[in-house]
């Protein structure tokens, strides 16, 4: 059987890359939330916010060592799958990872040891110094990933000597056109995904009428978050939109399946809302469309145009059904954030939100959203990179390693298998602490709320009724 | 070779000694952990293997960080060598880093499980014992060499796969659990800490027995690193290291015999550097052996340099929060303690 090396160094690549990203997707935003729990706790006293940040730190230990071994891995596929994307790019790419390494890797192993381990062993004080440092590091390691990554989209700042990139002038390369967008995209959608993964820990809870006053704090806390972030990642987005619309104009084109002005229709760009994009054809079928509607979104008028797929060679076009639909996803469920958000801070303002039934219910499924929509991003970006590994300047055929084939196939089925493993591993036991819930004392529902008795008493039925399955 | 004493000798010279200060760094640290998953089948108790692995908990993140640092650092100061290395050793490469997903993942998912328990210390016993294995598989494929062609990985995916480098792979796991051993001498008691020192005394001839194996086998199969040791007057110059590498051999015996409890700890920590000089001495200066030099291998001064700043600041700033998290956990981990 003959295996093509660099499809295989791609499907193992996609695998790890997109299963490392959920980790830090999920630790960036809960090490800030951890730290804001402990600093709430420090100015306030209320052993609520200790009982929460410890049950989350637990969460937070399990994902976040899944999150540190997957990485570990991708430090050393640069080389194994990648290396003359290793050789080319190498001496521009490479101090940022060694960045990471010495200001964020360090600070955050080191700290999550106290973090995790310290809770008896050092003051309240020098605790909630090290959850702040470990998100801290958290966000500095992003800082300097996303700054590589953005690299490989928008490189700047470099010139090719003897085909091998030299730097020139490094606060161009860190600060490349797409990455101060990119950066305040993905920092903003790790929040948001936390947020979502508490939202629906709290609604569970408060569901089930376990962990009264635990669980209200953290649905008040998260939808708060949400209300306010969800609706400023749109408009994140959107400026990251502009930002590729200028430096990758492809990628605009796949994204929209916007193929030219072919059809008939001059000026105002219409928005694809769903199509299948068909490559052979170079056109849409069963198309669905609003006229004008891509030009006012992408432009910001009605009658600008961008360039279609058609007005670049076939070899330079990324592939299309991919960014197409995966886009569509991300910001189907963007919009849904706006609206669980929106929705949750007008029923806390009427202050009946714990009480409506309709609205806690299925909040309890919504923890994987942020997630789903981490990872379709990711692949609008890098599908919509495609052909280039670094673009305009290395394919990613031209950047696999000299390995064969079939040792790549054993070694994509063993990533497969141990991820599967350690992944349904890792979910499992995450349900688990989730359903052993904060401990501590003053966790259980209080048995008389003068102001509002039948609220509680529908509450203690409730857990009553789903005590013995929990 | 020729050799102009400026910028473009000196970088890459600070930056081999750089990047060998982190592998060793992480081959010490990393060390004691992996060998304490190396030793857990030989724990009595769940008790006992709870003891052991708190012993390493707050730290093995931390440890690990040292490989990605290594594995970053060769990137970053010799992108051409890690683009010729991590082709040429990919298999033992990528198998090292699952067998490190597993026994990582085993920390906090062993805390956590009940029934189940018992995968997990599964998962890190082979998990620690693998990595160690194929960390020496890298170090043995390695030191015998890399055949490189137009500055690019030419050999097959098995050329690694050769008896020297397993005889390395098992050295190490024998060195990794007499670290792990007097690790645990140290930072244990009871139980625990009893079998660990009659482990020590086990280990200890035998971790000398494969240094002694490989010290003779690298100059009879490799004739450019007998001609580094062999000739004079290098041969003066380095016959002190296999000389206090046995004399310090002798103090870490009688050291577990009069029952001291942290002197073997950090005496096997000098018997792996001097290990390690020795390998630095039958390779330096090739960064892949037997053709490309750290010069011919190196990153332009403008990415040596802005890397070297940082890591001037940082590097200090470090060694500083790692002392002090050791410090924070210092003293015992007595049986029955908790985790988080």
């Known amino acids: 059987m003959e295996f093509d090396p660099e499809i295989l160094a791609r499907i193992q690549f996609a695998f790890t890359i997109s299963f490392h990203v959920i980790f830090p997707g999920f630790t960036i935003g809960l090490a800030a939330y951890i730290a804001t729990l402990e600093v709430l706790w420090l100015a306030t006293g209320h052993e609520r916010y200790h009982r929460i940040a410890r049950f989350f730190t637990k969460i937070f230990a399990v994902s976040f060592g899944m999150g540190v071994v997957s990485g570990i891995v991708l430090s050393y596929q640069f080389g194994t799958n990648w290396s003359p994307f290793a050789r080319l790019a190498g001496n521009v790419i490479g101090p940022l990872i060694g960045y990471e390494v010495l200001t964020a890797f360090f ?209 330079d076009r990324p592939p299309v059904a991919i960014p197409f639909f995966a886009f569509r996803i991300m910001v189907g469920l963007g919009v849904l954030m706006i609206a669980i958000g929106w929705l949750g801070a007008y029923l806390l303002w009427r202050r009946r939100v714990f009480e409506t039934d309709w609205y806690v219910r299925p909040l309890q499924y919504v923890w994987p959203i942020g997630f789903v929509t981490i990872l379709s991003g990711w692949f609008v970006t890098e599908v919509g990179r495609q052909p280039w590994v670094v673009y305009n300047v290395l394919r990613t055929a031209d950047a696999v390693s000299p390995v064969a084939g079939w040792a790549m196939a054993t070694t994509l089925a063993l990533f497969v298998l141990v991820y599967a493993i350690v992944f349904s591993g890792g979910v499992y036991y995450i349900n688990r602490l989730i359903n052993k819930g904060p401990e501590g004392p003053a966790v259980e529902p209080p048995t008389g709320v003068p102001n509002r008795p039948l609220a509680s008493a529908h509450e203690a039925t409730r857990a009553a009724i789903n005590a013995p399955g929990e | 070779m020729d050799i102009s004493l400026g910028m473009d000798w000196y970088l890459p010279v600070i930056w081999s000694l750089l990047l060998a200060v982190a592998i060793a760094m992480y081959v010490i640290l990393d060390g004691f952990d992996l060998g304490i998953g190396i030793l857990f089948p030989f724990a009595r108790s769940e008790l006992e293997k709870d003891q052991m692995m708190n012993s390493v908990a707050p730290f093995w993140d931390g440890n690990e960080t040292w490989l990605v640092l290594g594995g970053g650092g060769l990137l970053v100061a010799f992108p051409l060598a890690y683009s010729i290395v991590m082709p040429a ?48 598989v890298l170090l043995g494929g390695f030191v015998q060499g890399i055949k490189v062609e137009n500055n690019a990985f030419a050999g097959g995916p098995l050329d690694w796969a050769t008896p020297f480098a397993a005889l390395c792979g098992v050295a190490v796991v024998a060195g990794y659990a007499l670290i792990g051993s007097v690790w645990l001498v140290m930072k244990t008691d009871g139980a625990a800490a009893r079998r660990a020192r009659a482990h020590a005394k086990l280990l200890l001839p035998v971790v000398l027995a494969f240094m002694a194996v490989v010290s003779l086998w690298t100059p009879i199969a490799f004739p450019r690193i007998a001609e580094r040791w062999f000739t004079t007057p290098n041969l003066f110059y380095l016959a002190p290291v296999p000389v ?69 600041f940082m590097l200090p700033v470090i060694l500083g929060y790692i002392a002090f998290v050791y410090w924070l956990f210092r003293g015992k981990v007595r049986e029955g303690e908790g985790y988080h």
Not at chain 1, 107 to 114: H, K, M, V
Not at chain 1, 163 to 168: D, L, N, Y
Not at chain 2, 106 to 129: K, P, Q, Y
């Open chain 2, 89 to 136: 050793l990919y298999l033992p490469v990528i198998f090292m880093l699952l067998a490190l997903v597993f026994r990582g993942v085993a920390f906090e998912f062993r805390h956590v499980a009940d029934d189940s328990r018992f995968l997990w210390n599964i998962a890190f016993a082979a998990g620690s014992t693998l990595a160690a294995f194929f960390q020496g």
């Open chain 1, 107 to 315: 600070l955050e192993a080191t700290f999550l040891g106290i973090m995790l381990f310290g809770w008896n062993r050092v003051p309240r004080g020098l605790h909630v110094f090290a959850c702040v440092m470990v998100a801290a590091g958290t966000s500095l390691s992003a800082f300097w990933i996303l700054s590589a990554n953005s690299w490989m989209q928008t490189p700047a700042g470099y010139q090719m000597i003897d085909g091998v990139a030299h730097p020139v002038d490094w606060l161009s390369i860190i600060f490349n056109p797409s990455f101060p967008f990119r950066f305040a995209h993905m920092v903003t959608a790790c929040y948001l995904t936390t947020a979502f993964v508490v939202l629906a820990v709290g609604a569970r809870y408060v569901y089930a009428g376990r962990y009264h006053e635990d669980a209200r704090t953290m649905m008040r806390m998260a939808i708060g978050l949400i209300a306010i972030l969800a609706p400023v990642q749109a408009f994140i987005g959107d400026a990251h939109g502009q930002n590729t619309l200028k430096y990758q104009p492809e990628k605009i084109a796949a994204i929209e399946a916007h193929w030219g002005e072919t059809d008939g229709v001059t000026g105002g760009v219409p928005l694809v809302l769903f199509a299948w994009p068909n490559e052979t054809t170079e056109s849409n079928d069963y198309q669905i469309a609003i006229p004008h509607l891509g030009s006012l979104i992408l432009t910001h008028s009605w009658d600008g145009t961008f360039k279609g797929l058609k007005e670049f060679a076939p070899q």
């Open chain 2, 244 to 312: 206090v590498t046995l004399l310090l051999a002798w103090f870490v015996r009688r050291w577990l015999e009069e029952g001291h409890e942290n002197l073997p700890f950090f005496g096997v920590i000098g018997l792996f550097i001097l290990g390690y000089v020795g390998i630095g001495i039958s390779i330096f200066p090739y960064l892949i052996p037997p053709s490309l030099t750290v010069w011919e291998t190196a990153a332009p001064p403008a990415s040596q340099v802005f890397m070297l700043i940082g890591t001037v």
